[in-house]
Every structure is written in structure tokens, then in C-alpha cells.
């Protein structure tokens, strides 16, 4: 039995001015459990927790009941006080006749009464309560970025700073991402390449931060804090310690005929290749896909040009091992594909490209060197015809498109006819487009600028149909301002194409038990409060594997993951929020309910032998929570059919008694 | 003529989140609603079972209103979206055994509701009262 | 009649025990009546050639015994399985109540089963003996001299009437022919119900309900109930308690019965099918399916292995529990 004190508040007058708080103390002290039972002017006052704790102390009080202003308000005061007086901090209840009684109601009386009633609820869940600890558990000072783009290079690099060791794995030879792609970036039209390198050379030179690049997760176990992740290092074939990047292996590779994934198809590689000239890390893979000597066994003519001796034909895939304390996905975004949109003819001709194409055609670096041509013919295109929301925005046809707006395509849009006209002044530029959206710092500006003063056609209206004819493609559109159907003989088409989560997301989730949405883009614990924590501690989001974003907000929502990551690693321990689920494995069937309804990945199962009455023994699977990833919702307390689980501090047992409390 | 004035009693689980704290905004503000309507703080509205309602039901109350933070909004990313189907099967149910519907409700309440939050139990504790005792479960197996 | 005969359930049940396949057979056994079939452990032929009963009146579900008679052997157990046993028996695998590696299925066509109140209805009590190898069935009673003849059809089981699939969906072998999901009227009952006045739906429960005596069995026959403890024995549930000592439960039983199985419920037709007091309990069941159909799309528990129960899934377009009423107010 529990021997409880209660001490109501007067709140001066704010609870006593409407409930009778000596009649409240007095009726609560006939309860079950109840010894001691007082009423002062301000409880959360030191004079009143001296009450309290002398109380504790006098009485022998295992639990406590504070009837006074909301628990939200005061109730980790009332808990640090009981704990100064050697009391389990989670034996105390409040129950809130301030917010709840004395300012809603008006008499005296009903006040009162209901203020008993709120008593006796507290009353009767504390005569259940437990003492509850919360659980530590230590912290892998080591945090594993997913994704090397530039949302993941300015975590790792943030994080680094910070003095932490970081890991980035990227599945590409090289870092960079979707930004070493591009060619100017908006709204400042600095370059993409001469803003991004510099970082992507300070990933390679910061001591705290390992590249595994080629590689991918292949496990991921544990919790925060405290991640066991197997890393894949497919075998490039180069030993890359070794590799200077010199890049005569290249040259020599007979097989040159490999489309250049870099330039999206657009020109050729060899089958050894160094994906471009500010790669990092700088150092040559072989594509076993093309090579002679990996395929057939003949050639090895870059072993024999390689002067640094760092070819190996027989390297094989490489399983690494590490712990890690924080983990932050940053795996990205593409364009989605072209092949269901057959009304913009982008399958049957060349000359109708989307706008990550027409990135690389206009890159310096790019395969036609920065000269903006038709990829059919090598001649200039008088006339380009842009077409945003190609595939965004879609919701009549999900089943080729996306729903949501893809974000940047506005923006970039703009900047690709803004470059056009200021190069190219005698090609007009047509865009249609939806809305044009331009939420950010600068960026109407930017979209008037290329109206204004670039003269720049923007068309509200969609382009129905895009068929090539002659060297000339047919555009036949509409204008909605004007009401009328437009027909233009455009040169190239620019699409501007939906961006969808990166195709290694989804996997990636269900080892992380990240969420997801819909769209498979990653969801964030709170969308407004915590935007970039996945609701899985220790699992943090950057960039566009949360949402398209543009490269201010990436490099933003990076720097923020990295903050909170640092947070994280900063701690030695970590300490648990108690109230957490927990199940009675006696009683628990292995159903997996629980597991499916928890958002956090707290549940594992296990088999576990049990003794059977008739002395024979079962090796039955039941539900283990880890209470440090367990944020006690609650979820799985009712989906389990059995109620093995039950939740610390809110026990099944508890509420009914409240419930009970209340309804006498 | 009745004699006695009918008073309802009416359990309300409220997410410690949004609801509660929508709870704590009207009182706050001080915006009345009837005392009849007592508030069980649960983590969140994905805590409340079935069996607690019933129970609820069982010993007397004559309706049970769960809040929790709107659709989108749950502190636990999911929880509201679980209790929303759970309690849209159960009153499906009591209603389908002829349990006035009207005893229960699910109501979403943020933390800045308060308005909102005295207006629902205003409103919802005059439905009820309007229904008398609640008889039905109680009788379920009771026939005459 | 069923078009499977016992012998070819026994020639399976024997070469499978004989050759080592299984260590064990789940069959029907008799019982102390014709109609009163016992679903029995066989472990030898002479056992199964004596006791192994397959008529019309088998219509035990052995889905759920699985969870504890896999636990007790080393072996295999070898389990008959009619079409509609076979998605209790998914959907038990779902949440790895049994191991699947224990057990062999031999899935076996089902031309529906006969109610035995249905029988005593047209017969009347006293029945000394059920032959069901004619093209009739024919019941032998204390107080007639001739056997009178009933027509199969015109004492299906209300499960049997309503049957929503001839299709196995789970075996590792198939005796006689595979059937197809079939387009049942099962939810038309339910929907009568719904259409009723709130008040002729509490009087139409009220006096199904105020028969039950709590004896247990429709839990104890549900395969979805297999709890290692069910609540309503469990001390620390706060709603403990078989004899009407606790109100609560005695009241809420069946609706927390039906909402513990919501989403996981086959339609087996079990619980009503052993009632001792007839009491449609299926009815509950299937409202909730119907719901769950309505609300969130069609769902067969246990059509496939690894589904996900709609109670433990969610969109966030789903409806609200208070637009559930003014959809119906609108429809109707």
C-alpha cells in the first residue's frame, strides 16, 4: 500500500477564489492510500515544496499528489522536488484544478466538487504508480552520412568541424552529387562547380571525415547511439590508396564507347573512367560492365600504363563494419523518367532533352564544351520552347507523374532561358508554365529580371503535343490569358522534369525503419518542429531525400542535421524518457501488431524459451522494446490484442483507475 | 416533471501534446464549459483502448470524447492517425448495438485551440445531456 | 454429400504417417454423437482408421490448434485444411503463431458444412445417428422408425450458405479440385441490421446478447484468439474476470471479443458456429469487416502471408470517426 500525501494549492487566489481548498484536502484525505493531506498558498513556492518535502520525509510518503495548475506548468518542478527528498521523481501525479477547474468553472461549489474528483483520479493512478529510472546507455562518438551530394558534404563537413569523426557513403565513384552537374547556379548564376569543389576538397583533406565512396549501406542494426551499419565497397578494381588520378588509364582503354552517365548519355567514357576532373576521390574505376579484361580476360593495357601499379583486375566487394552514434540520410533526389510522357516526344527525338540535359549541354565541362547545340545535327536552336511541370503537379496522371510541386523547377527554368537570351540574344525562349512560384530571397527578382530584361516568353499554359518534324519540332500549345492555341516551330525542347526521391531511399528506410511518405520521400518527426530528425532517434534527414529543396535550403537543412547530430554526439550518455513501452513476455503472442504500429522501430522480437506447466518447455517469439528508442506514445499498447504491452507511467491500470475515479 | 436536474458525466482523454495543452489555453483564457467534462491525460490519443471507453461507459459515464493534435500534427508523427481508425471501427460499432452515437466523439484540439477546445466540450456535453443516462450499454444484456 | 470421401483422407493421413512425413495427424475424431465431431491428435493408422471421422458436420477450423499441438511435437503435424480453414491459417502464420516448417497442409475441397440446429429444426431431438454418404442426409431419431432424409442444402451452415471462397490460399497439397473466391451475400445481414432504427438495433442485440452465458467458446474456437493470455483472464488487464463479478466485462465482452479480432478476423465463422445459446456472432465480426472494407478499401484477412491488418495501418486521407455516421446518414 502506498502511503501518499496531498497537497493542494491555493494558487493565492487563482484556485482559491473558485474551489474551496481546505474542503478539497480534507475530502481527499479519506482516499485509499492517502496519510497526509494539506493545502498551502503557492505550493511551487520554496516555502511550499519545503511542505512537500518535509511531508516526505515525516510521513514516509511513497508517492505524492499536487493538485494545483496544470502538469505542463509545474510538474517537473513537484518531480525535482520529491527527488530532493529521496522520492522516485515518477511517483508524483498532478492533478490540475487550476487550468482545468478553477478558471473554467464559475461556483464555488461545482468548482470544489469537481476538484475532488481531479484528486481522487490522481489519488487512485498514484496508488498505482511505480518508482521508474530512466535507462542510459552510451554514445558512439562516430556519425555515418548517407549520400555525398551537397547535402550530405556540408553535414559531414559541419559535423567534422565540430570535431567529430564522420563517414560519407556514396554510391557513385565519386562525391558531388546532382550539384557537380550543374552549371550556374540561381539566383546569383555563380558557377555550381566553382562553389562546390572547394567543399568537395575539404571532405577529401578534413581528418575527421572517411569518404567510402563506390559504396553502399547494406545493414543497419541497433539504436541511437548506437548503430551497427555494414558498409558495401564494391570493387572499382583500382586500389585507391594507390590511384594518383593521373588519368593515362583513361586515355589508353580501348573501350571508349561507354555512355557517360555523367553527361547523362550524352556523349562517351571509357570503360575506366574518373567521372570527371574535380572528382573526389580522384582516382579511376573500372566499369566491369564494359571491360574487356573483366569480361573476356584480354586487354589490360591500363594495367600496363598505370605507373603506379594500382590496377587489380581480381579485387573483389568489400564488406565493412562500424558503429556509429548518428546516422543522416542525405541519398538525394533524380529527375523522373521521360518514357511515359510521350506527348513531348522525348523518345523520339533528340533535340527534345529535360532540363538536367540541358544543364550539362551549357556546362563549360560539358560534352559539347559549354556551346549550347541540338544534340541531333551540332546546329544552334533558334527557337527553345521550356515546358515546366513536366510530370510535377500531376495529380490526374499518378500513375506517370508526381502530385507535389517539384520546387526548383521554376527557378532554374528561369535561369536556363535567362543564360539562353544573354548568350544566345538572337533565340527566342519560350516558357509555359502552370504558376510560376518563386518563394524565396531574390528569386522574383531573378524570375522578372528574365521577363524584363531578358525578354523571356512565359506562356501560362501547358504544351499539349511536341512532334518532330524535319529538323523542326512542332509545339502546339495553349494560352490560357489570351484564350487561344499557340503552334511553334521550336528548335529544342527543354523539360523541366519531376524530381523523385533518390530509387535507394525506399530500402534505405526499412534498415533505418525511417518513415516514409507516399512519394518516398523520408518524413520528419515534427513538421514543423523538428524538420530535420526522422521520427527514428538518432536518424537525421538533409536535403532533398526529405523534399525537393533547393541548394540554399539544402545546405541549410544540412547544416541543421549537423547541429542536431552534434547535439547527439556531444553527450556521453544518453538518458531515456522512463515512460516507455514494455511488454510482459509471459503474456506477449510474437504477433508483430505492436512492431507495425510503432513509428520508431522501438520493437525486435526474440525467441525465448518458457517453462510450461506441464514442465515440458516452448521456444515461443515475443516483443522487446528498447526503451531508448521508445518515446512512449502508446501505439502499441492497444494494438497489442493480448495487452502484454503496456506503457510505464500511463499503464492500462493506471487510466482505468482515473477512469474509475471519475465515473463513481 | 423531473424533479432532479440531469447532470452528465463526461470523461474526456486528452493527448498531452496538443489537446491538453488546447485544454490548459481555455482555461488560460477562461473559457467556460460545463464541469461535468473530467480530463484523463494520456501521452497521446493513440494510448486510449478501446476497453478504456468502455470502461468509461461501464461505470457510469454518459459520454467519452477522445482529443488529439489534428491529423498531420501527432507529437509521435502517427499516433491520431491509429486512434482515428480505431475509434471510427469501435463507434461504428457501439452505434451498429443502437448506442446513441452522439455519446461519442473524436475531436482534434492543437495547443492553440483553446477556443475551440471549450466550444467542442460545450457543445459536446449538451448532446449529451440532451440524451438522458446512458442506459443502453449498461442494459445491453439485460433484456426485460 | 461431401465430394471427398474419408477413405482418400485417410489413404493421405496413413502413407504421409507411414512414410515419415508427419509424426502426427489433426483430424476430426468422434465424439459422442454423429454431429458432435472433436477435432482429434491421431498418431497411428489403427487410430485414424478407427476414429477419423469426414462428413458434413466437420466444420472444426484447425487452424488454431496448430499454435499449440506444432509446439508439442518433433516432427511434422499433418493438418486438413477446407478453403475457408486455410486463411486462418495465413493469417496465423502472419503473426508467426506457428512454424510453418511443422506443419503439412493438405488442402481438401468443401461443399459446405450442415448446421445441426438447422437438422434439429426439420428432425426434431433425440438424434440416434447421421449417415451423410447418401445423396441426402439421413437422421435416424429416437422416435421414428425410418430415417428421415434432409436435404444437405437446406441445413447449410450459415457460414457455409454465405461461403466467400472455395479457393485455398495456403497448402503444400491439394486433394480433389481447387475452387474459386466466391461473390457472397455475407454482408447482407449486416446491412439489415444497419438499416434498422437505432432502437430496433438495440433490441435486436439486446436479445441475442442477453443469452450469452460466458462460457467462453467463441473465444476459445476463434483462430484469431490465440492469446497466451487472453485480457479477460488476466488479472493485471482491469477487466479480469469470467464470472459476472466484474460488470464491465460481463457487458463488454463481446464488443471488446469482435474489436481484440477486428482486422484479423477470417470470417471463419467459428464463433458462431460452437455458441451454445446461437448467438449470431459473426455478425459482429463481419461489421467490422464490412467497415473495414468501406472505410479503407477490401481486405481478406488472410489472403495472403505478411499483410498488413488495416487497424495497424493508416493514410492520412483516412475518415473520421464522425463522418463514419453521416456517410451512412447519407446513404441510407
Not at chain 1, 214 to 231: C, H, R
Not at chain 1, 484 to 503: G, N
Not at chain 2, 51 to 75: E, K, N, Y
Not at chain 2, 79 to 104: P, Q, V
Amino acid at each position: 500500500m502506498q502511503r501518499i500525501g496531498v497537497f493542494v494549492c491555493w494558487c493565492g487566489s487563482n484556485i482559491a477564489g473558485t474551489v474551496d481548498v481546505q474542503a478539497v484536502s480534507e475530502a481527499l484525505k479519506n482516499e485509499p492510500g492517502v496519510v497526509f493531506s494539506t493545502n498551502y498558498q503557492y505550493m511551487c513556492s520554496q516555502a511550499g515544496q519545503n511542505i512537500i518535502k518535509d511531508a516526505i520525509a515525516e510521513h514516509k510518503l511513497t508517492g505524492i499528489v499536487v493538485c494545483s495548475c496544470s502538469p505542463r506548468m509545474h510538474e517537473a518542478t513537484f518531480r525535482k522536488t520529491a527527488a530532493a527528498a529521496g522520492l522516485n521523481p515518477y511517483m508524483v501525479e498532478i492533478a490540475n484544478i487550476r487550468e482545468q477547474c478553477s478558471w473554467v468553472h464559475k461556483d464555488m461549489l461545482t468548482g470544489t466538487e469537481k476538484a475532488i474528483i481531479l484528486g481522487k483520479a490522481a489519488v487512485a493512478k498514484v496508488n498505482l504508480n511505480t518508482p521508474l529510472t530512466a535507462g542510459e546507455s552510451p554514445v558512439t562518438k562516430r556519425a555515418l552520412v548517407i549520400g555525398g551530394g551537397i547535402a550530405g558534404i556540408q553535414t559531414a563537413l559541419d559535423i567534422a568541424d565540430a570535431g567529430f569523426p564522420v563517414d560519407i557513403v556514396e554510391k557513385k565513384p565519386t562525391i558531388g552529387g546532382k550539384m557537380a552537374q550543374l552549371d550556374k547556379t540561381f539566383p546569383t548564376l555563380d558557377c555550381a562547380a566553382c562553389i562546390l569543389t572547394p567543399k568537395m576538397v575539404d571532405v577529401a583533406q578534413n581528418e575527421n571525415i572517411r569518404i567510402f565512396s563506390y559504396s553502399e549501406v547494406t545493414e543497419v542494426k541497433g539504436f541511437v547511439g548506437n548503430f551497427d551499419v555494414t558498409i558495401k565497397k564494391h570493387a572499382r578494381f583500382v586500389k585507391e590508396d594507390i590511384c594518383t588520378g593521373c588519368g593515362a588509364c583513361t586515355e589508353k582503354c580501348p573501350m571508349k564507347k561507354v555512355p557517360n552517365e555523367f553527361n547523362l548519355g550524352m556523349d562517351n567514357r571509357s570503360a575506366i573512367y574518373i567521372p570527371f576532373a574535380q572528382a573526389v576521390p580522384k582516382v579511376a574505376t573500372i566499369d566491369p560492365n564494359y571491360c574487356n579484361m573483366l569480361k573476356k580476360g584480354k586487354c589490360g593495357l591500363c594495367a600496363k600504363v598505370c605507373a603506379a601499379g594500382a590496377i587489380d583486375y581480381t579485387q573483389k566487394d568489400e564488406y565493412i563494419s562500424e558503429k556509429y552514434g548518428a546516422i543522416v540520410v542525405a541519398t538525394g533526389f533524380n529527375p523522373i523518367s521521360m518514357d511515359k510522357f510521350d506527348e513531348f516526344a522525348y523518345n523520339q527525338s533528340k533535340d527534345v532533352i529535360t532540363s538536367l540535359e540541358f544543364e550539362r549541354l551549357t556546362n563549360a565541362a560539358g560534352p559539347t564544351a559549354g556551346k549550347l547545340v541540338r544534340p541531333s545535327d551540332g546546329k544552334h536552336p533558334h527557337t527553345i520552347v521550356f515546358v515546366q511541370c513536366v510530370g510535377s503537379r500531376c495529380s490526374a496522371c499518378a500513375e506517370k507523374g508526381k502530385e507535389y510541386c517539384s520546387k526548383i523547377c521554376c527557378m532554374y527554368t528561369a535561369k536556363h532561358a535567362m543564360l539562353t537570351r544573354d548568350k544566345y540574344p538572337d533565340t527566342e525562349v519560350y516558357v509555359f508554365y502552370i504558376d510560376v512560384r518563386t518563394p524565396g530571397k531574390n528569386f522574383d527578382e531573378f524570375y522578372r529580371r528574365a521577363v524584363e530584361e531578358f525578354g523571356v516568353n512565359y506562356i501560362k499554359g501547358m504544351v499539349g503535343k511536341v512532334t518532330p518534324e524535319g529538323d523542326k519540332l512542332k509545339v502546339q500549345a495553349s494560352d490560357l490569358i489570351a484564350n487561344k492555341q499557340l503552334h511553334i516551330d521550336a528548335d529544342l525542347v527543354v523539360l523541366a522534369a519531376a524530381i523523385e526521391p533518390d530509387k535507394s531511399a525506399r530500402p534505405l528506410a526499412t534498415m533505418l525503419t525511417a518513415s516514409m511518405d507516399t512519394n518516398d520521400f523520408f518524413t520528419e518527426a515534427h513538421p514543423k518542429l523538428r524538420p530535420v530528425e526522422s521520427p527514428t532517434a538518432g536518424v537525421f534527414l538533409s536535403g532533398a531525400c526529405q523534399g525537393p529543396k533547393d541548394i540554399p535550403e539544402t545546405v541549410s537543412q544540412a547544416g541543421a542535421a549537423a547541429s542536431k547530430v552534434i547535439g547527439l554526439l556531444a553527450k556521453d550518455k544518453l538518458t531515456g524518457n522512463p515512460c516507455v513501452a514494455h511488454s510482459n513476455e509471459l503474456m506477449c503472442n510474437g504477433c508483430s501488431s505492436c512492431e507495425r504500429v510503432c513509428p520508431y522501430g522501438a520493437i525486435s522480437y526474440e525467441d525465448k524459451e518458457f517453462r510450461m506447466p506441464d514442465r515440458t518447455t516452448k521456444i515461443r517469439r515475443v516483443a522487446v522494446v528498447n526503451p531508448a528508442v521508445c518515446q512512449g506514445c502508446g501505439a502499441c499498447t492497444v494494438a497489442c490484442p493480448s495487452g502484454a504491452m503496456d506503457l510505464k507511467g500511463f499503464a492500462s491500470a493506471q487510466i482505468i483507475a482515473e477512469v474509475d475515479a471519475i465515473c463513481k | 416533471m423531473q424533479v432532479k436536474e440531469y447532470k452528465p458525466l463526461i470523461v474526456a482523454f486528452c493527448c498531452n501534446w496538443c489537446s491538453y495543452a488546447g485544454a490548459d489555453l481555455a482555461g488560460n483564457n477562461r473559457l467556460a464549459y460545463p464541469a461535468d467534462v473530467k480530463i484523463i491525460r494520456v501521452p497521446c490519443s493513440c494510448r486510449v483502448n478501446p476497453m478504456f471507453v468502455l470502461r468509461a461507459f461501464q461505470r457510469g459515464a454518459d459520454g467519452v470524447i477522445i482529443c488529439g493534435c489534428h491529423p498531420g500534427d501527432c507529437h509521435y508523427t502517427s499516433g491520431n492517425y491509429y486512434t482515428r481508425r480505431r475509434m471510427a471501427a469501435l463507434f461504428s460499432m457501439l452505434d451498429y448495438l443502437g448506442i446513441e452515437k452522439e455519446r461519442t466523439r473524436v475531436e482534434w484540439v492543437s495547443a492553440a485551440e483553446g477556443a475551440k477546445f471549450a466550444a467542442t466540450m460545450n457543445d459536446f456535453a449538451e448532446k449529451v445531456a440532451a440524451l438522458g443516462e446512458n442506459k443502453r450499454l449498461e442494459d445491453l444484456r439485460c433484456k426485460k | 454429400m461431401q465430394k471427398i470421401t474419408r477413405e482418400q483422407l485417410i489413404d493421405k493421413a496413413v502413407s504421409l504417417l507411414e512414410n515419415g512425413t508427419v509424426e502426427a495427424v489433426l483430424g476430426w475424431g468422434k465424439g459422442e454423437f454423429d454431429y458432435d465431431v472433436t477435432p482429434t491428435v491421431f498418431k497411428t493408422a489403427d487410430e485414424i482408421n478407427a476414429g477419423f471421422v469426414w462428413n458434413d458436420f466437420c466444420g472444426a477450423n484447425f487452424s488454431r490448434y496448430l499454435v499449440a499441438k506444432t509446439g508439442k511435437i518433433e516432427g511434422k503435424i499433418l493438418v486438413f485444411l477446407k478453403p475457408c480453414d486455410t486463411y486462418s491459417f495465413n493469417q496465423l502464420l502472419t503473426e508467426h503463431r506457428f512454424d510453418r516448417e511443422k506443419v503439412y497442409a493438405v488442402g481438401i475441397p468443401c461443399e459446405g458444412m450442415a448446421d445441426i440446429a438447422k437438422v434439429k429444426a426439420v428432425c426434431g431431438e433425440g438424434i440416434s445417428a447421421i449417415n451423410c454418404d447418401g445423396e441426402k442426409i439421413a437422421v435416424t431419431t429416437l422416435y421414428d422408425d425410418e430415417p428421415i432424409m434432409v436435404d444437405a442444402k437446406d441445413v447449410l451452415a450459415e457460414r457455409c450458405v454465405n461461403c466467400k471462397s472455395k479457393k485455398h490460399v495456403a497448402y503444400d497439397e491439394l486433394l480433389g479440385e481447387e475452387g474459386e473466391v466466391v461473390d457472397s451475400a455475407r454482408f447482407d445481414e449486416v446491412a439489415k441490421i444497419e438499416a434498422m432504427t437505432p432502437d430496433e438495433r438495440f433490441a435486436f442485440w439486446q436479445n441475442e446478447l442477453s443469452r450469452c452465458i460466458r462460457c467462453n467458446a467463441c473465444r476459445d474456437a476463434c483462430p484469431a484468439c490465440t492469446c497466451e493470455k487472453c485480457v479477460f483472464d488476466n488479472p493485471n488487464s482491469g477487466v479480469e474476470n469470467k464470472a459476472p463479478a466484474n460488470s464491465f466485462e460481463e457487458k463488454m465482452f463481446h464488443i471488446i471479443r469482435a474489436f481484440h479480432v477486428a482486422g484479423r478476423c477470417t470470417d471463419c465463422g467459428e464463433c458462431s458456429r460452437v455458441c451454445p445459446q446461437n448467438i449470431p456472432l459473426h455478425l459482429l465480426n463481419r461489421k467490422f469487416i464490412k467497415d473495414i472494407n468501406e472505410f479503407y478499401g477490401e481486405y481478406q484477412a488472410g489472403a495472403e502471408v505478411g499483410s498488413r491488418a488495416p487497424l495497424v495501418d493508416y493514410t492520412t486521407g483516412d475518415i473520421e470517426p464522425g463522418e463514419v455516421f453521416d456517410r451512412r446518414d447519407t446513404n441510407a
